[in-house]
């Protein structure tokens, strides 16, 4: 079972940057998909951005041209690379995959606190 571990998370001012870390024990090659959402308090899980095995991404509105997600497939890690932070992005922030098994799995990271100062 791949597992999956966040790193990068802190506190910052806004203006301020961070970049996120996911660490998966196995390869991600051939993984579907792999995503950063977030959660803030009182809030549902939300999407943030999504890579796929073709490289293609997307991201939440709120989050395009300020956030970038990125892949390297000989560390098995994939990245979140914040710039431009604001409070509202506030939130724990998970590290998802989508697994290349019928049918698809998801497994989820453990999720780190990014905290944005005004």
């Known amino acids: 079972q791949v597992q999956l571990v966040e790193s990068g998370g802190g506190l910052v001012q806004a203006g301020g940057s961070l970049r996120l870390s996911c660490a998966a024990s196995?390869?991600?090659?051939?993984?579907?998909?792999m995503g950063w959402y977030r959660q803030a308090p009182g809030n549902k899980r939300e999407l943030v951005a999504r890579?796929?095995?073709?490289?293609?991404?997307n991201y939440e509105e709120s989050v395009k041209g300020r956030f970038t997600i990125s892949r390297d497939n000989a560390k098995n890690t994939v990245y979140l690379q914040m710039h431009s932070l604001k409070p509202e992005d506030t939130g724990v922030y998970y590290c998802?995959?989508?697994?290349?098994?019928?049918?698809?799995?998801?497994?989820w990271g453990q999720g780190t606190q990014v905290t944005v100062s005004s």
């Open positions: 196995g390869s991600i090659f051939s993984m579907t998909a």
């Open positions: 998802n995959a989508i697994l290349q098994t019928a049918p698809p799995l998801e497994v």
């Open positions: 890579i796929y095995r073709g490289g293609i991404a």
